[in-house]
T-cell receptor
């Protein structure tokens, strides 16, 4: 079982609230990723990091931001949540090549009312 | 355009039966192809990886095949169990490097009934 953890697992909040989704891994992986997943759709990469102080935007435009101050920690923040942000957010990590096996967290399901 | 198409979109089978899931891709250049299993409410977990030179690979009751010429892969599940109920996602990499990208299919939702 992968040692990558996401909190909260479920979050229901009102429009305009600021939220942070936490992701931590204990495998020492240098590469970390955030994916967005909607029912019946493919995973979309929204942010990635290849190491400390390195963050890049992914293929899918997102109003969220990320930070990578420590190797093991890769939080995602939404300054002002909207109903369009309702989705499942999956954090993942891997080592070596970016196309190597991804280890996923359990996901954070966000619902914005 | 690099794409990954999976079929069927959903599948219902009876416990103990076999099934085959399909993945067609147009990704080029090709590095590898992985099948992931995603249980409801959980993150995906890798089942197998197929590289260009591999035709068949097994992981317990799961057998993956790859035809790099036709750009097709299949995942065969033998003697299905209730715990096989999940979404199966095909992921193709376009090169084995830091610059490589991953292309995800939409998954096949498999339901195994008792």
């Amino acid at each position: 079982e992968a040692d990558i953890y996401q909190t909260p697992r479920y979050l229901v909040i009102g429009t305009g609230k600021k939220i942070t989704l936490e992701c931590s891994q204990t495998m020492g992986h240098d590469k970390m990723y955030w994916y967005q997943q909607d029912p019946g759709m493919e995973l979309h990469l929204i942010h990635y990091s290849y190491g400390v102080n390195s963050t890049e935007k992914g293929d899918l435009s997102s109003e969220s931001t990320v930070s990578r101050i420590r190797t093991e920690h890769f939080p995602l923040t939404l300054e002002s949540a909207r109903p369009s942000h309702t989705s499942q957010y999956l954090c993942a990590s891997n080592q070596g090549m970016g196309t190597g096996e991804l280890f996923f967290g359990e996901g954070s399901r966000l619902t914005v009312l | 355009k690099n794409q990954v198409e999976q079929s069927p979109q959903s599948l219902i089978i009876l416990e103990g039966k076999n099934c085959t899931l399909q993945c067609n891709y147009t990704v080029s250049p090709f590095s590898n192809l992985r099948w992931y299993k995603q249980d409801t409410g959980r993150g995906p977990v890798s089942l197998t990886i197929m590289t260009f030179s591999e035709n068949t690979k097994s992981n317990g009751r799961y057998t993956a095949t790859l035809d790099a010429d036709t750009k097709q892969s299949s995942l065969h599940i033998t003697a299905s169990q209730l715990s096989d109920s999940a979404s199966y996602i095909c992921v193709v990499s376009d090169r084995g490097s830091t610059l490589g990208r991953l292309y995800f299919g939409r998954g096949t939702q498999l339901t195994v009934w008792p």
